[in-house]
């Protein structure tokens, strides 16, 4: 069946360095992927969004890119804040037949000072 | 402004009793969906459904119900059939022909006393 695979975290860096959350994916259609982000206590929030192959998506520094040949959708920020401290989900939704969200499990950011 | 409401955000219930977490929503979304989140893991579907009057089951729903009445409504009823209620809750909607991102409420978080 459909899923998403998401690296384990927690994950902690400090201000500045360099992030890389790896997403994969297994889906039998064509997937639109998503990435979204928990601040503690509250919903989720839409971080950005490709739905197609090649498709890059970006918002507040982080991109993501949709490569079809490995079903990845890695999301990277070249310089975190202490702000980006959250968790990140990466998430597809596949079209056809009864639609629905997959999420993946979540991964935990903390950026120290 | 247009979004997604749930109520109450903290809800306490005994053991034994039925409860029924609202979500409503003013965005003409045509899916809804309902999600349990357990401290540390990623979101586990519950129910979802597609247009009015119908849905489907997710990944977890024994002791769970739903109806779909109206299409701004997808109320949630945690029944006392369901052993482990103690988590939080999160409706979201969209617009799955698109594939449009989801739209989360801010969650509703049941406690059993």
């Known amino acids: 069946g459909d899923s998403v695979t998401q690296m384990e975290g927690p994950v902690t860096l400090s201000e500045e360095a360099c992030l890389t959350i790896n997403c994969t994916y297994t889906a039998t259609g064509y997937p639109s992927l998503f990435w979204y982000v928990q601040y503690p206590g509250e919903g989720l929030q839409l971080l950005l969004k490709a739905t197609k192959a090649d498709d890059k998506g970006s918002n507040k520094g982080f991109e993501a890119t949709y490569r079809k040949e490995t079903t990845s959708f890695h999301l990277e920020k070249g310089s975190v804040q202490v702000s980006d401290s959250a968790v990140y989900f990466c998430?597809?939704?596949?079209?056809?037949?009864?639609?629905?969200?997959?999420f993946g499990a979540g991964t935990r950011l903390a950026v120290h000072p | 402004d247009g979004g997604i409401t749930q109520s109450p955000k903290y809800l306490f219930r005994k053991e034994g009793q039925n409860v029924t977490l609202s979500c409503e929503q003013n965005l003409n979304h045509d899916a809804m969906y309902w999600y349990r989140q357990d401290p540390g893991q990623g979101l586990r579907l519950i129910y979802y459904?597609?247009?009015?009057?119908?849905?489907q089951k997710g990944d977890i729903a024994e002791g769970y119900s739903v109806s779909r009445e109206k299409k701004e409504s997808f109320p949630l009823t945690v029944t006392s059939a369901q052993k482990n209620p103690t988590a939080f809750y999160l409706c979201?909607?969209?617009?799955?022909?698109?594939?449009?991102?989801?739209?989360f409420g801010q969650g509703t978080r049941l406690t059993v006393v």
């Open positions: 979201a909607s969209s617009n799955p022909g698109q594939g449009t991102e989801a739209f």
């Open positions: 998430a597809l939704w596949v079209r056809g037949g009864y639609n629905k969200l997959i």
């Open positions: 459904s597609q247009i009015v009057n119908d849905f």
